[in-house]
Structures are given as C-alpha cells and as structure tokens.
C-alpha cells in the first residue's frame, strides 16, 4: 500500500488466529466426505456452478451445511464450488482487515495452486470489491491477468526465507550443518513427546483383555424363518448424516434382522439398498416378508417418510430414548455419539427430563474420528485396534474439530505414529462430548447408569476414554456408575423408529408404506436449479425436485398438467419438493395461498411477539410538534445565529436521516422516532436499514477489518446498505448511528446498566470501515452522526443528543429538551402497549393449560437474521412467543410469582436479581437473568436461550441462566453460536425435539393441575362437612383419618 507521507509502499500483513476456518484444512475436510477424487478436486470448476449458502469461518459449521445440502440431493461440485465461495468471502471480509487488494494479487498456497475453482472464486470476488471502491484497473485487462497464481506459488514461503537470508548479514545464522536436523529427528522429537503427551489409553495388556470382556459386542444372529413362511415385521430406517441404518422387528418388538452401510452421499439410493438387505435376509431362507409398518428417522427422515409413504417421520432424540428403555431398565442418561450430532438424553423414572444437543458446532462426532482415519490410510474398522496399540498419545485440547486438526499437524511435525494421534483423540471425544457440547462438568449429578449408543459406540478406543471419563468423574462421590454399551448402538436409532410404527400398528393404524416390490422399482431424478427457483416471497430461494416412479417406463411422455411449472412430470412420476419453508413445497399460486392462510391462522392464535416486537418498535410515533417557531427576520435584521438556524429548521421537512436496524434500535426506535418527528423530520424521511440477511450482510462484509460476535459485525453491511442502496434510490443527508452506553432499565438493586462494550463501539469501528481508505461518506455527502449517549441520565442524554444533532438541525436547549421528553414518552408508551398484549395472551395460556416460549436473548435477538427464524418454527407449531422485553410486569403478576420471595427477604423487589446474580452491570445480562426468574415460576413458561457467537458477556451466565431455570422443574432449551451461517438441518433437529418435550411437558402441566383441582374439591368436601358436624372432637380424630386418605400429594397440602 502507498504511504500518503513517503510515497513508499508500506507491507500491511494480515494472518488468521487460531482457528483454521478458511483454510485448505476445510476443504481436505469437507473433501473427505464428498470423496470427490483428487484429480477431479484441482480440476472441479467454480464458474458456472450453482452456489448454496455455506459457512467459510469455521469448519465444523461449513460441514454442518454441506451435509444439510448433501443429505437434499445437492451435487458435490455444487457444494465444493460453494464452499470455495464461502472461503475467499471469509477472507475478503475479515482477513483483509478492511483494505483493498489492488491490482496486481498474487494468489499464494497449496489450494490456490492446485485447485482450479479456488482460484476462479478469487477472480470472480475480488473485481466486485474494484467495481464498488471505484479503484481503476488497466483497460482490456481480465480478472485472471490481475488476479494470478505465479511459477511456484506453493514455494513462496520458502523462497522468502531464502531471500531474508541472503539480505542477512553473514554472521548472522550460520550454517552448522544437517547432523543437527538428524538428531532432532531420531531423537529430539523423541525428547519433545515425552514431555508433552501422555500414556496411552490402556497401561497394562491384562487391562484391556478386562475391558474388551465386558464391553466387547455380542455377534447379532438374525432370525431364522421357516421356509415358506410370512415374516410379518415393522422396519426403521435410521437416515444418518455418515451411514444409513435399518431393522426389522416382529410383532413382540424382538430383532429379525439388521443392516448398517456408511452413506454414500444419498439418502434414497442408501435406504432402497436397506430394504434390499432386509428382504434378502428373509427371502434367502424361502421365506415371504409382509410389511406391517414402516417408520423413519435421522437427518434424511423427511425425505425418506414422503418417498416411501412412511407411516411415521420420528425425530431422532425420541427415536434414541425408545430404543434405550426398550433393552435396558431405568437408563439415567443416555449418550448417543452419532456421525454428524452429539445428543444426551436424561431420564428419571424411566421419563425423559432434560436433553442436551449439540448447537451448530459438532466438535466430537463420529465422522471426525472416520475421516481422520481415512487420511492416515486406515478404515474406520481398525481404529481401535491401533488406537490401543500406542503406548503413549498426544494430549489434544478438547474443543473445535478444526482445531484439532491443526494440531494433528503439529503433533505428526512432532513425530507422532498414526496410532498415536488416533489413541490421543479417542481419548478428547469424552471431554469434548460432556464438557465443550454438553457442559455437564457433574455427571454424578444426572444419574449413576449410562447407555452408550449410536455408531460411534462401535469404536471401543472411544468406548475406553468414555468408560475411563464417567468412572473419573464420578470418584470424589465413593459411588461406581453403570456404563452400557448398547447392544445395538449402530441401529439403536432405526430400533426406536420400528418401535414407533409397532406401536401406531397395535393402536389400530394400518400402514400407508408403498410396498417393498414399489420400492424395489423406485427411479428418481433430482432436479435443483434455476427453474426450481420459487418466487412466492422476495427470498427467491431454490428448491429441489424430486420426481419419483415406483412403476415401470412404459410410458415416457410428459404429464400435462394444468399447473404452471418449468419441471414437466413424467406419465406415473409423483413430485416430492423440497424447500426452505411450507410454501415453497408447491407450485401453484392457489395452493400456496391456501397454506399461507393456515400459517396465517397459526400466527393469529399463537402470537409471536419477538416477530411483533420487530416491526412494531420500528412504526412511526406520530409524536406531536414540539419544535420551537421559526426564527425571523427583525426591522434590524436577522439576530446572530438566526439567519442559519431559521435555514436548518426550515430543512427538517425534507431532511432524510438513515438509521441502521441494528443492535440496541431494537429498543430505542420509538425514542428515536418521536424525537425526530416531534421537531418536524417527516416520519417516511426516517429511513432504516433492511432487515438482516445473508445478502445485506455479504454485499458489505468486505470492509470488516475485526471479526467480533455477527450482531456487531452486521453494523458495517448495515451502514453498506443505507449508502448503496437507501441512498441511491434517494439521498440520505445524514447516518445517524448512537454509541449505547448505559441504558435504562426497570430492575432495582443493579449494579449498573452498562451496553455490551462492543455493541458501544460498533459506530465507530464502522465510521473506521468508511473512512480507512477514504471517506465513503464525504463521497456520497452524507454526514455520519454517532455520538455517546447515556438513556439512564435524561439530563445528560439531552445535552448528548443536543451536541450531536444542534449543527444539523438548529437546535435550541428548550426545544431538544422537549423533543427528548417526547422520545420516552413514546418508549414508555411502546413498552407498555406490547407487555398490556403480552399479558392478555400469558393469561389466556393460563386458562388454557398452554404452554408459552420465552425467548432469553439481547434486544437484536429480534432481528429475524440474527435470529434465523427459529421462533417462526416454534410459532407455527402453536407455541405463543416472548421475549424478555415483552414479559409483563403487572403488580398482581409480579405479586404471584415473587410476592413470597419479597416477605422472606429473599429480594427486596420483585425486580430484584441480587439473589441470583451479583455481578449486575451489564443491562441486557440483567434483563436476561430477571426473565430467566420469572419463567422459571410461571407454570406456562418455558425457557428458549438464545445466544451469538463470541458473546462475552453471555458466557459467564450460561450455568446462571440454566441453573435459575432447572432449579424449578422448568424445561430449559437454547441456540448458542448462532453467527451468520443458517444450519437449516441442525435446527429442524432441535426444533422437532423441543416440541416433543414441550407436549410431554403440557401434559405434565395438566396433569397437575387436574391434581390439585381434586385436591382443592376433596378438601372443599371435607370442609363442608367438617362444619356440618361443628365438632371439636371430630375435627381432632376424623381429620387425621379424612387426610390420610388423599393422594400422597395432597397430603401436605391439605395438612397446611
């Protein structure tokens, strides 16, 4: 870069941190489950390539999204493209720090120099950030002249160091010789490994032989069937993320049959090949098999239950539950480590309790340990073998898969042996399962009898450490836990889902299940580009075809049918669509209305005030004038500072102020809003930015220069769009984007009242962007406002506001003044309109016996970007939505839930957290705990954490928050590490699994209440009757007696 003060060019360099993300370890990664050959790899084309959204930051994530779009029938070019795509965006936007690589780019490495694609995604992004910064380039010049990888590129490094040598003095770095290098090798590394690993997961043969005795796996011995006879059974298919799983179970529920086969990347070829097997075990002995009922479950259960017109789609967590307490007695947690997630299921009297999912981030699956195998050269059968075969083993740090693959790097430059590493990770899987996932640091505390399944379990190195982890954990306690390997870990999921479609066959359903002949004969074709593309909303998403034929070509001309569609059917094809929402799985206009009318429905009777909240907050406030009369011109002439006042008063009618939807607006919007329409800026001049998503965040996230929580980094992309696109349709005169500092807050007994320090100095960071190069406001003249502001101290508010806005609108003390007044008037009146509503529907849930989510986030949580939709999907199954801001705060209400902690001394105020938390200083913390307090008493509430990615000051509060909740039998759910990737799989999981328990949880709820509703009736009884009798004697003996009789729970009740 030129140097404004010497002229020179100036080295600016730029590297990643820690983490990998962004590197070709993503790609060796991604590649080894796409198994796409290496020569088609550095020949696989980016140009022309349809593009998926998937994550470039983290590696975990990007394979979280490959396999979401692998498991929907996405070609592996298109997602190998896509994932070059995500690469160099990542690096454009945060690994450039904000500066512009000009012309000429030198494109350095192993993966820009081997892989084709890599280098056209460069060449396809990097013009895009000239044409927007207006930098010029050479005329007639292309992409790839500019933008080139030079004669051995992969050698640059190397080549560098040469040449700092050669520059070197010569007394400096001597040359002793190779017999150095080669005793480091024989013997220095040696040295290294002995101080830095560990033992190895056995210590003594006898140990093992112990271990492998109780844990070895008994050989499964199918059925035998007479010959000639009809095998009447219910089959469970386990659609995995790495392998595809199936059984077949006879009317008892007992096991005929099994299969277990590693994916090959497509859910419907796996599962025809399943039932292939299956028949085969059956026919092979002469014998008929009759389907009674078929059930699905896993990552692809959606697809498979439509294409095999499945009884039952089961999500997987139930699946994994039914399976367990089927084989084992009263199983306390069960742990199963699946390819792709990592799920722990706690069980108290043989009911689920509480459950525990891996987020997006699946550090310690299955797949890891398989692929990692697969790079030494090894199949995922000899792992544990050599695993136990190392002495010693490198000591990983539990956490990110992308960083352990970097330190495997490390550890093989140390001299490690493949068995070695592979012992060293066996042993990190139980650490990064129940301390970095789960978080569970106490597993004495969930209970003393552990089942292990999925197919992770089949790894007995993995068995050992975990085995070796929960003993550990459970020493200081003087007690030994139960540790079961399910005797069918593999297939403990398709176990579950066989047992789902016998129970639904015993409850009178017959099968829907188009038949094993139908299935034997299904043809597909999958279709997914442009004239799959829907365009029922502006999201403009793509779909994917699936046409399917259980009956032979004997005809193969096209359908007509009478509905519009660029995909024409074949004669006896059905179409199953996939798509990003209900809407987009048809084609006709009419039917599409006629399910956004029942969505509509939904949405009436189960309000979602986090959606409300953001829009609502955003509405202008039609706050009354305010503004002081114009100034005049006197028979002396215009007073000093009139003349200019009276021009930027008379400019508040046409001026246009840009404000971004981002961070804390969320909240202050109606202040803001009032404040501005109140001295006379018109309400449609007060323009906004769009709401989040992945478009608006990835047209300006090239100007990032840090890499903070996504809620912070979308202030850059946000400010991008209110220039780029607010600004050209029609000017903006001013940005107007407020440094929160302290804001305000109904809690008592606080310590403070502090914004996030990010959130504080995001405006800043921003202006940075703009203005690191040169000043992208100046070009567009538009004054960009970001001033301090403290909304707990009105006075020094006011005087913020005033020094900020005085120059642009000819403010006068007295008239800021009220204009200010008029902002929290507005704020007050926002506030306590949507709790009134809130309150209307919390007590309808109480009439009711219905359940309602409280959404635990910060105010952006609103933001339907930052918060992926998740609460939608809540919404349409019927559950009402909150949020911490919309929770009422009645004093009847307040009274009910707090009232006896307030005359215990427990809190001096029903807003008072102190017995929760001390270190009180962050507002959005505070308000976090507080609404955690209230759900946790309210009995038609449950908790829905909802956290970001890098979110300091939520970290310190997980074990609060989850604490305050569990502590009262609520069921406490969450979403961490959401960032700007959408796992669109993951979170189907999650949702589909909180559903299931929160309907368990109803039932639990009205069961109570029916409880006590007899309770109070046999008490009322029993009252009325002791008054009829009006004696002292009878009240002595008879009460005794008439209590006694009650149900055990009554008893205390009643005795009180």
């Not at 996030?756 to 800043?764: G, L």
């Not at 009325?1024 to 009878?1034: I, T, Y």
Request: proline residues 4%.
């Amino acid at each position: 870069k030129d140097d404004d003060e010497t002229g020179r060019k100036k080295k600016i360099p730029s590297m990643n941190d820690k983490c990998a993300g962004g590197t070709g370890a993503v790609i060796d990664k991604i590649n080894a489950k796409l198994k796409i050959p290496t020569e088609l790899l550095a020949e696989q084309k980016y140009h022309g390539i349809k593009l998926h959204k998937v994550a470039g930051k983290c590696g975990v994530f990007a394979e979280t999204d490959i396999n979401g779009l692998q498991k929907v029938g996405t070609p592996s070019d298109e997602l190998m493209a896509s994932l070059f795509e995500a690469i160099v965006l990542q690096n454009l936007s945060v690994l450039t720090r904000g500066h512009t690589l000009r012309p000429h780019v030198l494109l350095l490495g192993g993966p820009n120099s081997f892989i084709r694609g890599m280098r056209e995604a460069w060449q396809a992004n990097i013009p895009r950030m000239w044409q927007e910064r207006k930098v010029q380039i050479p005329d007639g010049a292309k992409p790839e002249d500019l933008i080139k990888v030079p004669q051995n590129a992969q050698y640059f490094a190397a080549l560098g160091a040469v040449e700092f040598g050669r520059s070197e003095d010569d007394c400096i770095g001597c040359y002793c010789g190779y017999e150095k290098l080669i005793h480091y090798i024989d013997y220095g590394r040696q040295e290294e490994k002995a101080k830095s690993g560990g033992k190895g997961l056995v210590e003594k043969p006898e140990d093992l032989d112990v271990f492998k005795e109780a844990y070895r796996r008994k050989k499964f011995t199918p059925a035998v069937f007479a010959k000639n006879s009809t095998v009447a059974g219910f089959i469970g298919i386990d659609g995995g993320s790495t392998s595809t799983k199936a059984v077949l179970l006879n009317e008892n529920g007992d096991i005929l049959c099994k299969s277990y086969e590693l994916s090959n990347g497509n859910p419907i070829q796996d599962t025809i090949e399943m039932f292939e097997n299956l028949r085969s075990q059956v026919e092979s002995q002469n014998a008929k098999l009759e389907v009674l009922g078929v059930a699905t479950t896993g990552y692809a259960k959606d697809i498979l239950k439509d294409v095999l017109n499945a009884d039952v789609a089961l999500v997987e967590t139930v699946a994994h539950t039914e399976s367990a307490l089927k084989f084992y007695e009263d199983p306390h947690v069960i742990v199963d480590v699946g390819g792709q997630d990592i799920k722990i299921i706690i069980l108290h009297n043989g009911r689920v309790k509480d459950f525990k999912l891996n987020t997006q981030c699946s550090a310690g699956n299955g797949y890891f340990l398989q692929s990692t195998a697969e790079g030494f050269g090894l199949s995922v059968n000899q792992y544990a073998d050599l695993a136990f075969s190392a002495q010693a083993m490198p000591v990983f740090g539990y956490g990110c898969a992308v960083f352990m693959q970097s330190d495997i790097v490390n550890f093989q430059r140390q001299g490690w042996r493949a068995e070695e590493i592979l012992a060293g990770l066996a042993a990190v899987l139980p650490k990064n399962v129940f301390l970095y996932v789960a978080s569970i640091p106490n597993l004495a505390a969930l209970g003393s009898r552990f089942v292990l399944q999925g197919g992770t379990q089949n790894n007995l190195a993995v068995v050992k450490a975990e085995v070796d982890f929960i003993r550990n954990s459970f020493r200081a306690t003087g007690k030994q836990p139960e540790i079961i390997v399910h005797e069918h870990c593999g297939e403990s999921g398709a176990i579950g889902a066989a047992q789902e479609s016998l129970r639904l066959w015993r409850n009178g359903q017959q099968t829907t299940f188009v038949g094993l002949d139908a299935v034997r004969k299904i043809e597909y074709r999958t279709t997914r580009n442009e004239d799959t593309r829907c365009h029922f909303c502006k999201n403009d998403c793509l779909r994917t075809f699936i046409d399917i034929r259980t009956q032979p070509k004997n005809d193969l001309s096209f359908v007509p049918i009478q509905k519009v569609t660029k995909v024409p059917l074949m004669h006896g094809e059905q179409r199953l669509i996939i798509a990003t929402c209900e809407k987009g799985t048809v084609e006709d206009v009419n039917d599409m209305k006629g399910i956004k009318a029942g969505l509509d429905s939904i949405r009436a009777q189960h309000p979602n005030f986090v959606d409300y909240a953001s829009k609502e907050v955003f509405r202008p406030t039609n706050a009354k004038s305010v503004a002081d009369p114009l100034p005049t011109k006197g028979w002396a002439g215009w007073r000093k500072g009139d003349k200019e006042r009276h021009a930027l008063m008379e400019n508040r009618k046409t001026l246009r102020i840009g404000i971004p939807r981002v961070l804390n607006i969320y909240t202050y919007a109606p202040l803001f809003n009032a404040y501005f329409e109140s001295l006379g800026v018109q309400p449609e001049n007060i323009i906004y930015s769009d709401y989040t998503s992945s478009e608006l965040y990835r047209a300006g996230a090239s100007r990032g220069a840090i890499d903070p929580c996504f809620p912070a980094k979308i202030g850059i992309s946000h400010v991008y769009n209110l220039i780029q696109e607010k600004h050209r349709k029609k000017p903006l005169d001013a940005i107007f984007f407020p440094m929160y500092d302290v804001l305000h807050s109904p809690l008592v007994k606080i310590v403070g009242a502090n914004a996030c320090p990010t959130v504080t100095a995001t405006p800043e960071t921003v202006k940075a962007a703009f203005t690191k190069e040169n000043d992208v406001f100046a070009e567009h003249n538009v004054k960009y406002i970001d001033p301090v502001l403290n909304f707990a101290d009105r006075k020094l508010f006011a005087h913020q506001m005033l020094q900020a806005l005085q120059p642009v609108l000819g403010l006068s003390l007295e008239e800021n003044d009220r204009a200010v007044e008029s902002g929290f008037a507005a704020l007050k009146e926002y506030e306590t309109g949507i709790r009134r509503r809130a309150r209307q529907v919390l007590d309808q849930l109480e009439r009711e016996d219905r359940i309602g989510i409280v959404m635990l986030g910060r105010p952006y949580h609103h933001d339907p970007g930052l918060n992926h939709e998740i609460l939608d999907e809540f919404q349409k199954l019927g559950y009402p939505i909150f949020s911490q801001n919309t929770l009422p705060i009645d004093d009847d209400l307040l009274e009910r839930l707090f009232g006896e902690e307030v005359r215990a001394g427990v809190v001096t105020s029903p807003l008072d957290i102190t017995d929760a938390w001390k270190n009180s200083y962050s507002c959005s913390t505070n308000h976090k705990v507080w609404a955690a307090k209230f759900t946790a008493r309210h009995p038609n509430l449950v908790a829905l954490e909802i956290s970001s990615f890098k979110c300091g000051h939520d970290a310190p509060i997980y074990g609060v928050i989850e604490g305050i909740i569990e502590q009262s039998g609520t069921p406490y759910f969450c979403f961490k590490d959401l960032d700007e990737n959408k796992p669109t799989g993951s979170i189907r999981i999650r949702v589909e699994t909180i559903d299931y328990f929160l309907r368990r949880y109803r039932e639990e709820v009205i069961r109570k209440r029916k409880a006590e509703q007899d309770i109070e009736a046999q008490l009322a009884a029993l009252e009325a009757q002791l008054r009829g009798e009006k004696s002292e004697k009878v009240v002595s003996e008879f009460l005794p007696d008439q209590i006694g009789r009650l149900e055990p729970e009554a008893q205390g009740m009643a005795a009180d």
